[in-house]
């Protein structure tokens, strides 16, 4: 995986068409959370807004929302309000 492609041309728009007795929010978070362990994003890079995560996985924003929650309980964003969400 490229580094210098923007995040979002990076990730994959048919990952929650699966079918999964997980919620979506789960999903994506656990998605997020494999990402950062592996090493697949940059410490400090600014994820995608929550609208643009939103449309590009065809979920709604609350669900980005939670998801990018649980991933800030687990200390692996910080969230900056009015400025985005960046990896730690």
Known sequence: MNLTTPLIDRLPRDLLMSPSHAPAYHRL?????LLIT????RAEE????????AQHFHVSRPTVRHALAR???AKLVRR???R???IN
């Open 71 to 73: 991933l800030a309980a």
């Open 38 to 41: 592996k090493g697949a994003v």
């Open 29 to 33: 978070a656990e998605y997020f959370a």
């Open 80 to 82: 900056e309000q009015g």
């Open 84 to 86: 985005g969400t960046y």
């Open 46 to 53: 600014r994820l995608p807004s929550e609208n643009r995560l």
